[in-house]
C-alpha cells in the first residue's frame, strides 16, 4: 500500500515579470524520510522553499499539505509545518529552556512540559538546556533551532541549508539528529543544501532543479548507482606492464594507480575490453571492483558540471 505524502507540490509555477523562476516543478515528500533539495546557485531552491511556507504567491500551481492548500487553506496548511530558514535566531539572554517555554507559549495548541522536555532529548541538549544561549557553539544553536521547529509536532520540517557555518563535526551533528528525527517522529523533513557528500548521508530521496526545472528525482542508492560510466580498480601485475599495455587507448579513462592497482572511469561496456585487454598481453588481472560513485559525480554529471 502506497504511502500518503505529507508534502505535494503540483505544477508549481513562479514568474517574477516575464521571467520564470519556478517551471513546473511537481514532487513529493513521505513520512519518515529525508527529501534532498539540490541545484546549483540561483536554480531556485530558496524559491521553492518560500513557497511550501507561505512566504511568496504562487503563480501557477498548487502546493499542498497534509492535502491543505497553501494558497486556499493557509492556517491548516502552515500548521504541520516546522522549519528553519538559514539559522534560527533566539533570546540568547534566556537559557535553551526559556526560550522553548517562550516559543511554546505561541503555538496554536497548548505545547506541554512533557513535549518540551521529549524535544530536547531527541535533539540531545539535555545537559545544556538550561545554561544561557549566548553560551552555546552554533552546532547547539542548531540543535536548539530543531527542537524549537518541532515543539507543535509537525508533520514536515523544512530546513534551508541547516549546516551553514558548522565545522565537520557540527554537521555530522546536525545529519544524525536530521536522520534520528525523521525516523524515531516518523516526520517528513525536506532539506536544502549544497553539501553534496552531506547530502548522500543523510538523505533517502534527492532531487535536483537546475534553471526552475525538477530535471531528477530519485533514491539516494539509484542516484549513486546511474551514473551512465563507472568509477573502476583493476587489481594488477605487474602494474607498468599494466600502464603500458593501458596507455595509448585508455589513457583519458585511467583516474589514478598504486603498486598493484589501476583506477579508471570507464563505461560498462569497457570494463570487459579492458581486462581482455590485459590477459592477452600477460598481465595477470587479480581482482576488478566497481568503485561507488558519489552523488557529487552524478550531481555534475547530470547538471553539465561547470554551473
Avoid at 523533513?189 to 535536483?208: K, P, T, Y
Avoid at 526552475?212 to 560510466?229: H, P
Wanted: proline share 3%; with cysteine.
Amino acid at each position: 500500500m502506497e504511502k500518503t505524502p505529507v508534502a505535494e507540490l503540483i505544477n508549481v509555477k513562479k514568474r517574477i515579470g516575464k521571467t520564470t523562476i519556478i517551471d513546473d516543478i511537481s514532487l513529493k515528500v513521505y513520512p519518515g524520510e529525508v527529501f534532498g533539495f539540490l541545484g546549483p546557485n540561483g536554480a531556485g531552491k530558496t524559491t521553492t522553499i518560500r513557497m511550501m511556507v507561505g512566504l511568496m504567491d504562487i503563480t501557477e500551481g498548487e502546493i499542498l499539505i497534509h492535502n491543505n492548500s497553501v494558497e486556499k487553506n493557509f492556517e491548516k496548511a502552515i500548521a504541520h509545518i516546522g522549519g528553519i530558514i538559514e539559522n534560527p535566531e533566539m533570546y540568547k539572554f534566556l537559557s535553551g529552556y526559556d526560550n522553548l517555554v517562550h516559543y511554546a507559549r505561541m503555538a496554536p495548541e497548548k505545547v506541554t512540559k512533557e513535549r518540551i522536555l521529549e524535544v530536547v532529548k531527541l535533539v540531545g541538549l539535555e545537559k545544556n538546556i538550561k545554561n544561557k544561549v549566548g553560551s552555546y557553539s552554533l552546532g547547539m544553536r542548531q540543535r536548539l533551532g530543531l527542537a524549537q521547529a518541532l515543539l507543535h509536532s509537525p508533520s514536515l520540517l523544512i530546513l534551508d541549508e541547516p549546516t551553514n557555518g558548522l565545522d565537520p563535526a557540527g554537521i555530522r551533528e546536525i545529519r544524525n539528529y536530521i536522520r534520528k528525527i525523521a525516523h524515531e517522529e516518523n516526520l517528513a523533513v525536506f532539506v536544502s543544501s549544497h553539501l553534496l557528500a552531506e547530502m548522500q548521508r543523510m538523505c533517502d530521496q534527492i532531487g535536483i532543479i537546475q534553471n526552475g526545472k525538477l530535471i531528477s528525482v530519485e533514491s539516494v542508492g539509484d542516484f549513486v548507482g546511474s551514473c551512465s560510466k563507472k568509477n573502476v580498480r583493476f587489481q594488477v601485475s605487474p602494474i607498468s606492464e599494466a600502464v603500458k599495455v593501458l596507455g595509448a587507448p585508455y589513457d583519458s579513462l585511467i583516474t589514478g594507480q598504486g603498486d598493484d592497482y589501476i583506477d579508471m572511469t570507464v563505461s560498462h561496456e569497457h570494463i570487459a575490453e579492458i581486462n581482455k585487454l590485459l590477459v592477452l598481453n600477460d598481465v595477470d588481472v587479480y581482482s576488478i571492483v566497481t568503485l561507488q560513485s558519489t552523488l557529487e559525480e552524478k550531481f555534475l554529471e547530470i547538471t553539465g558540471g561547470g554551473q
